[in-house]
Nanobody, 120 residues
């Protein structure tokens, strides 16, 4: 059984920073990509950033230059450093693990979500 556990959300003032972490646990052989998505109230879930096992990254345009995604393959952990936060970044942030290979399955997994609130 694979689980994703997120941490690092919270309340921050505009212009502040937060760092999200997501660790995947279980009998994992490999994970193709890990990433972060977010969902604001009344809106659809959207991609924030992804990183492959080879280190290739992808960002939604609104966070480029402010957010940095990184990954520790040995720990099956992905991080999202968020700087210069804006009120429009307020959302529940979800961790995703894409194409997780175990001894039995090849599947995608989601974390439970962590709230990020940017407000003065």
């Amino acid at each position: 059984q694979v689980q994703l556990v997120e941490s690092g959300g919270g309340l921050v003032q505009p212009g502040g920073s937060l760092r999200l972490s997501c660790a995947a646990s279980g009998s994992i052989f490999s994970i193709y990509a890990m990433g972060w998505y977010r969902q604001a109230p009344g809106k659809q879930r959207e991609l924030v950033a992804t990183v492959t096992s080879g280190g290739s990254t992808n960002y939604t345009p609104s966070v480029k230059g402010r957010f940095t995604i990184s990954r520790d393959n040995a720990k099956n952990t992905v991080y999202l450093q968020m700087n210069s936060l804006k009120p429009e970044d307020t959302a529940v942030y979800y961790c995703n693990a894409d194409r997780v290979l175990t001894s039995r399955t090849l599947s995608d997994y989601w974390g439970q979500g962590t709230q990020v609130t940017v407000s003065s």
